[in-house]
């Protein structure tokens, strides 16, 4: 069972800045992507930011040039650091992580694990 532990989001004015990290723990075997979704009531939850294990990013066109993401493979963590945040940035932002899960590579299976979700709102 692997879990993933969210930290970070809150309020901020508009123009402030924001971190979030994500740390996933449990039986991995491995991780290849590690990203960040985001979701506003009544709106199907959006990629805003993926990070690969040979730290490939990809992110979505709305916070390009703002947020950043990045991850610390020894621990199993991601973080997102967001900047120039405004009110359309406001939304429960999820945690995912995708990999292999097991004791090892013998019994391995697919991992595509998602974190509780954290809130972050963004005043104008």
């Known amino acids: 069972q692997v879990q993933l532990v969210e930290s970070g989001g809150g309020l901020v004015q508009a123009g402030g800045s924001l971190s979030l990290s994500c740390a996933a723990s449990?039986?991995?075997?491995?991780?290849?992507?590690m990203g960040w979704y985001r979701q506003v009531p009544g709106n199907q939850r959006e990629l805003v930011a993926r990070?690969?294990?040979?730290?490939?990013?990809d992110y979505a066109d709305s916070v390009k040039g703002r947020f950043t993401i990045s991850r610390d493979n020894a621990m199993n963590t991601v973080y997102l650091q967001m900047k120039r945040l405004n009110p359309e940035d406001t939304a429960v932002y999820y945690c995912?992580?995708?990999?292999?899960?097991?004791?090892?590579?013998?019994?391995?299976?697919?991992?595509?694990?998602w974190g509780q979700g954290t809130q972050v709102t963004v005043s104008s």
């Open positions: 995912n992580v995708m990999g292999y899960s097991g004791s090892g590579y013998h019994d391995a299976r697919v991992l595509d694990s």
């Open positions: 449990g039986s991995i075997v491995t991780i290849n992507a």
């Open positions: 990070v690969t294990s040979g730290h490939s990013t």
